[in-house]
Nanobody, 122 residues
Framework: QVQLVESGGGLVQAGGSLRLSCAAS????????MGWFRQAPGKERVNVAI????????RYADSVKGRFTISRDDSKNTVYLQMNSLKPEDTAVYYC???????????????WGQGTQVTVSS
């Protein structure tokens, strides 16, 4: 079992930045692929970014490439999402998730946090 707790969400103006954190506890964090997903009101949950175990590989949704950066600190059992140049369309609940396969497919992730709200005002 892995327990995940997100933090760092909030209200920010367009063009601003936020850094989300996801603290993990339970089984060996460094063995897991970690992903950030988001769900806007009335829409499906979609992947934003993923990072491989030990951070050697990352992948991003086209909508956030060049603006968002995923990273991890295995010594702190934490994964981060640095979000810059935020847009109103980035408004969503952001979730972190842990899985075993390096994929952006939602169904491959076994463990989920409770989510943190990000609201970007225009």
């Amino acid at each position: 079992q892995v327990q995940l707790v997100e933090s760092g969400g909030g209200l920010v103006q367009a063009g601003g930045s936020l850094r989300l954190s996801c603290a993990a506890s339970g089984r060996t964090f460094s063995d897991y692929v970690m992903g950030w997903f988001r769900q806007a009101p009335g829409k499906e949950r979609v992947n934003v970014a993923i990072i491989s175990p030990r951070g050697g590989s990352t992948r991003y949704a086209d909508s956030v490439k060049g603006r968002f950066t995923i990273s991890r600190d295995d010594s702190k059992n934490t994964v981060y999402l640095q979000m810059n140049s935020l847009k109103p369309e980035d408004t969503a609940v952001y979730y972190c998730a842990a899985g075993a396969v390096l994929t952006r497919t939602l169904s491959s992730y076994n463990y989920w946090g409770q989510g943190t709200q990000v609201t970007v005002s225009s």
